[in-house]
């Protein structure tokens, strides 16, 4: 030793401090559903802090199966056969590539309840790039049979949405991020939760924007304000739920506003966008512009938010085809 | 027949069992194999006369299960990972009373519930298979739980020898030996053939079970055909610590001495003289 003084250098253990994405979120969420049920259990593939955050209070709930996402998946197929209600932990570039085999055949055909919880999905691995991008997950995720798809918007709903799908029968497929996001909903108010329904944020009769995620419904809102201050009533909803989709909600917002605006951390293929154009197409035809991510690969580093702009997910890019369908 | 199968045959653990009744079996089971290879869509037939004696001696000697009530707790769990060779599975099922062996006539009708690869609609499948390396998977994850709940289920998956290609086999089988699951048995039916020919010419297997004990198996080699050999060596549960994987010396298209051996069986739409050919050349060899 030194004879430094080192103690006076260490940091005073204090409280947790509360979670500021929705990741970090969930982790609380589902560690206090573990705590409740013992047969909620939580499957890790190396994803960092589980194993501090859970393996070290619940053991016997707990199992890595190291970096091995295909085996993850079947594996917690087979736990949730016997009974037990398995949280496959990996990020959404994985679950939604590497292992979508098994998830498709072990849990999706199987109907089991997997909890399939996906980080990093969008652009937030951000200056990591493409490797760990996931622009593509809801598109297949949402043509599984039996997948309920949902991604929350802030840290409260996060918390809300694993307590709404801990005890849903059959497989979910949870898209959460990486990076700190800001709240949407007051934190005194407890706006509750409901699955496959969507949350209309802000009322509106001029146009519909219709958000997933957080990025996605902050652009949104921050959009909202630029058109009211151009005179625009923007509804906004946040959907939440991408499979089931709140057809009646988007029925209503067509007939009842000039048409819809879509935002997601996603690509403008096959994801929301795609998900409400269908659904509209066959129920109530209405203008449409998707905002999401062009059909390319990220091609250089960035934070997320600067990455989404330059691929066309902004709150400007909200404006602009939100100005296009009241033009229409 | 209501108690488990494994209790009428006796001989306990590393008993050999009847053996006349398990051939008579295995005889009925290739015979199904045969006219279901004759039905409107045919069948894999090689792969499935391969793994006819492991199969009936899992069900008519080893497993502890109630083919009245297959989604029993305290059943034995069997994971058919070559998912491929329903045919095997759906006529070992039926001769052990989980549905009528008239149904087996239904495989792959429209009006029927037998999918070509194995469904959870059919009594006793414990999980849909047929796209391989999901298997050991499955029955890692059983084990798993099995162990940690202190249930004393075994659990049995059985591989294509060209299915261990697959990389998700290997992430499995370390999983498996990490968490030290010695209620776990994975047999591999080593035929040695695969659509495109050899295992050892198209993707070489050897030394496959050095690959095994590398991965921290216990490796036992058998005759996939002996019953006097798959027996005790299914009924022995694995050493204290570990899994155990049983690498059976089969022959594709076991039984029917033309169709031995050839790639060619691997999947067949018998036609009636080649149906009247194959079953008579069975019998004659039985």
């Not at chain 2, 289920?153 to 010695?182: C, I, P, T």
Request: hydrophobic share 45%.
């Amino acid at each position: 030793m030194s004879g430094r003084p080192t103690l006076a250098r260490r940091r005073v253990p204090g409280p947790p401090a509360p979670p500021d994405s929705d990741r970090a979120a969930y982790r609380v969420a589902l560690l206090e559903l573990a705590r409740r049920d013992p047969r909620i259990w939580c499957l890790d593939s190396d994803m960092g802090g589980l194993e501090k955050q859970f393996e070290a209070e619940l053991p016997d709930q707990y199992v890595d199966v190291g970096i091995a996402e295909a085996n993850l998946m079947s594996m917690a197929a087979a736990v949730a056969s016997t009974g037990l209600l398995p949280f496959a932990n990996t990020m959404a570039a994985f679950a939604s590539a590497r292992a979508l085999e098994q998830v498709k055949v072990d849990i999706a055909y199987h109907a089991l309840p997997v909890r399939i919880v996906a980080t990093h999905s969008g652009f937030s691995a951000a200056h990591i790039g493409p490797t760990h991008h996931a622009q593509q997950d809801l598109a297949v995720m949402r043509s599984m049979p039996n997948l309920t798809v949902l991604t929350p918007a802030d840290v409260g709903e996060t918390i809300r949405m694993v307590e709404a799908v801990a005890y849903l029968p059959g497989p979910v497929y949870l898209r959460l991020g990486r990076n700190p996001v800001p709240p949407v909903y007051p934190e005194d108010t407890d706006p509750g939760f409901t699955v496959g329904k969507a949350v209309e944020l802000r009322a509106g009769d001029d146009v519909t924007i219709a958000a997933a995620g957080a990025v996605p419904v902050h652009c949104a809102l921050s959009a909202a304000d630029t058109l009211a201050e151009r005179g625009f009533r923007a509804r906004v909803l946040n959907l939440h739920t991408i499979k089931p989709l709140d057809v009646p909600a988007l029925v209503a917002a067509a007939k009842q506003t000039a048409g819809l605006v879509t935002v997601e951390d996603h690509s403008v293929l096959g994801g929301l966008g795609g998900a409400v154009a269908e659904t509209l197409a066959e129920h109530c035809p209405a203008p449409v512009r998707r905002v999401g991510i062009a059909d390319a690969f990220c091609p250089r580093p960035g934070t997320h938010a600067e990455q989404l702009a330059a691929s066309g997910v902004s709150a400007e890019h909200v404006v602009t085809a939100a100005m296009a369908v009241l033009r229409t | 027949m209501t108690a488990e199968v494994a209790e009428p045959l006796g001989g306990g653990i590393g008993g050999i069992g009847d053996l006349a009744a398990l051939r008579r079996t295995a005889l009925a089971v290739r015979e199904h194999v045969l006219a279901i290879g004759a039905g409107p869509i045919g069948t894999h037939v090689g792969g499935s006369l391969s793994a006819s004696d492991i199969l009936v001696a899992l069900y008519g000697a080893v497993l502890r299960v109630r083919p009245d009530e297959p989604r029993w707790a305290g059943r034995d769990h069997f994971v058919l990972s070559k998912g491929h060779a329903s045919a095997a599975l759906y006529a070992t099922l039926a001769e052990h009373g989980f549905f009528p062996v008239e149904e087996l006539a239904t495989y792959g009708r429209s009006d029927g519930r037998l999918m070509a690869h194995p469904t959870l609609a059919v009594p006793g499948v414990e999980f849909a298979t047929g796209s391989l390396g999901h298997g050991l998977s499955l029955a890692t994850g059983l084990a798993l739980t099995a162990k940690r709940a202190g249930r004393d289920n075994r659990v049995f998956v059985l591989m294509g020898d060209g299915e261990l290609q697959e990389g998700s086999v290997w992430e499995a089988a370390m999983a498996a030996a990490h968490y030290k699951l010695d209620n776990l048995t994975a047999v591999v039916d080593r035929n040695r053939l695969q659509i495109n020919g050899s295992t050892e010419d198209r993707m070489g297997l050897a030394p496959l079970a050095d690959k095994w004990r590398a991965f921290g198996w216990q490796v036992s080699e058998v005759d996939g055909h002996c019953f006097a050999e798959l027996v005790p060596a299914l009924r022995t549960p694995p050493a204290e610590g570990g899994p155990l994987v049983l690498i059976a010396d089969t022959v594709k298209g076991r039984g029917v001495r033309h169709l031995e051996h050839r790639k060619q069986n691997h999947f067949a739409k018998l036609g009636p003289d080649a149906y009247e050919r194959a079953l008579s050349a069975l019998r004659q060899a039985a």
